[in-house]
């Protein structure tokens, strides 16, 4: 069983700045592509960073140059660094990975965890 845990959200002012966590636990051979999604209440879940195993990394233009994604494949864990924080940041945050169990990758979801932004 692969489990995704996120951690690192909470309440922060604008302009402040959050890094989540998310780390996989389980039995697994390797894990690929990692990514971070959000929703907002009454919106769809949007896509806000990917990186490759190799740490190649890509962002949709509403976040780029805000947000950066890392990650620690010694750790099984992805990061999230979320700088100049604005209220329509607010939203649960969500990490996916592709994990690899045997031969094919297949997508994880984690819990998500709450970032809310006063202003």
């Known amino acids: 069983q692969v489990q995704l845990v996120e951690s690192g959200g909470g309440l922060v002012q604008s302009g402040g700045s959050l890094r989540l966590s998310c780390a996989a636990s389980?039995?697994?051979?390797?894990?690929?592509?990692m990514g971070w999604y959000r929703q907002a209440p009454g919106r769809q879940r949007e896509w806000v960073a990917g990186i490759s195993r190799g740490g190649s990394t890509n962002y949709p233009d509403s976040v780029k140059g805000r947000f950066t994604i890392s990650r620690d494949n010694a750790k099984n864990t992805v990061y999230l660094q979320i700088n100049s924080l604005k209220p329509e940041d607010t939203a649960v945050y969500y990490c996916c990975a592709n994990v690899v169990l045997a031969v094919q990758g297949r997508d994880y979801w984690g819990q998500g965890t709450q970032v809310t932004v006063s202003s």
């Open positions: 389980g039995s697994f051979r390797s894990i690929n592509a």
